[in-house]
Structure formats: structure tokens, C-alpha cells
């Protein structure tokens, strides 16, 4: 618990393995809700001891997969209202101000999406690109995670769902190195999944995927007005498409 006189009544919860050189910035960003959880898979650097200095609740679970794993720790949350957050992020006191509103709100949404703005070669993107999109903040009782998915995993509603142009700052595309690493991930996973789930490679997708996830990374979401980061980063975002396609095409031919 944390120590205000007067707190948000949401339980923030977060799944972390080895986030020491992020998730104190996170959580410092977080004292204003009344119950952190931090579930950690084994992390062998200082998270466990930073999260708890920070007054969050820390649980060891073994790793399960994200989706898994986002399941168990929403399951110890107390309050109905969950924030999901991910280490390597950090929230600004408007979205607070936004959380605290849209909870204490006369409406019939059970979640809110947001926005979520990158840092990536040292700034964040232009305040005129069209930023992703995240769902966060919900009722926990209408959250269904799909368990079986590598990544990506939801949650899903079957009620109406809020919007905010309010965003939120993400620190895990940083650099060149890292985004792609985790686009060499995820694609794998997602690649995998999709093989399973009967889904078979398009030839005209494969030739089609990248130049138009580029265009509508760099035109139609605007990445244009962040200068050659925002070029760069279209690029990455188009071969992300194009590796997950790529690897689906590769499992086909070696399953």
C-alpha cells in the first residue's frame, strides 16, 4: 500500500523479470493508487528490492507466458478497477488525473483506452503522430485474457470501452537494438501462434505487408512529423509486419 492520506481506489498491477533499470521510475509514478503488485518471474537483479521500497506488493509466480502471467497477478488484485502497467513505463499526472476521472465518471464503460508515446533515439514522437492505442485501465471483472496467445494477449471486453487522447510514456523502444530484439521476439510468438490457430502464409500478403504497413505508419499515423526518427521508426514497424508473415511462411515450410 502506499502511504497517501487519500488514494485513487484502483490496484495498479505489473509483471516484471529483471526491470531494475526501469521500474523505479514507474512506480514512482504510481504512489498516487491505493495497491501496487509487482509479480515477478525471477529476477536475479534488484527489482524485488526496488518495488518493495516503492510500497508495492511483490509475489514471485513463474514464468507462464504474458498472458499467464497478466491473468494470476490481476487475480490479487483487491480493488475493481485495475491499471496494467508494464515496467518500462511511466505515467504522467495527467493520465492520473485521467484515471481518477473516468473511475469516479457517471458512464457505463468498463475500460479505458489510451494512448502510449515512445521514447526512441532519445525523444519522444511529435504531439501530431497519431500515437498506438492501449487498453489499461478496467474492470476486472470484465477482462478476459486469452490465455493461449504468445503475445498480444488483450485483455478482451464484451462492454463498451472509453477513449483518451491521454497518454501515457513507454521507454522500451529506446534504441535501434532493443525495438528490433523485441520485434525478433514477438514476431516468433506471434508467427507460432498463428501456425497453430490454422493460419497459413498469403503470397500476397508477404509481398504486400511491408510498403503498406510503411505508409500507414509514416502517412496516415503521421510518424512524418517526428523527423528521421519517425522515418526510421516506420521502417522498423513495416519489417515487424513483414517478419511475422515471413516466419509464418517459414513455419509452413519446416512444420
Request: charged share 25%.
Amino acid at each position: 500500500m502506499t502511504n497517501h492520506m487519500s488514494t485513487i481506489p484502483v490496484s495498479v498491477f505489473i509483471i516484471a523479470q529483471d526491470e531494475e533499470q526501469h521500474i523505479g521510475r514507474l512506480l514512482d509514478s504510481c504512489q498516487m493508487f491505493d495497491e501496487i503488485i509487482v509479480v515477478d518471474s525471477g529476477s536475479k537483479d534488484n527489482t524485488q528490492s526496488i518495488a518493495e521500497s516503492k510500497g508495492a506488493k511483490v509475489v514471485h509466480h513463474d514464468w507462464q507466458g504474458y498472458a499467464r502471467q497478466k491473468h494470476f497477478a490481476m487475480g490479487l488484485c483487491q480493488h475493481e478497477w485495475v491499471l496494467n502497467l508494464d515496467a518500462d513505463e511511466e505515467l504522467t499526472d495527467e493520465f492520473v488525473n485521467e484515471v481518477q476521472s473516468f473511475i469516479a465518471g457517471n458512464h457505463d464503460c468498463v475500460a479505458l483506452k489510451c494512448r502510449r508515446n515512445d521514447l526512441f533515439i532519445g525523444r519522444f514522437f511529435s504531439r501530431f503522430t497519431r500515437l498506438p492505442t492501449n487498453t489499461r485501465l478496467f474492470l476486472k471483472a470484465h477482462a478476459k485474457y486469452r490465455l493461449e496467445d504468445k503475445v498480444h494477449e488483450g485483455p478482451d471486453f464484451e462492454k463498451k470501452i472509453g477513449y483518451t487522447n491521454v497518454y501515457f510514456k513507454h521507454y522500451g523502444y529506446s534504441n535501434i537494438a532493443e525495438l528490433t530484439d523485441k520485434y525478433n521476439k514477438y514476431s516468433s510468438l506471434k508467427a507460432e501462434e498463428k501456425f497453430h490457430k490454422g493460419k497459413r502464409p498469403s503470397v500476397l500478403k508477404l509481398i504486400l505487408i511491408y510498403p503498406l504497413e510503411f505508409i500507414r505508419n509514416y502517412l496516415v499515423y503521421r510518424y512524418c512529423f517526428s523527423g528521421l526518427r519517425g522515418f526510421i521508426f516506420s521502417h522498423l514497424s513495416a519489417y515487424y509486419a513483414l517478419l511475422k508473415e515471413a516466419k509464418l511462411f517459414e513455419f509452413s515450410k519446416t512444420s
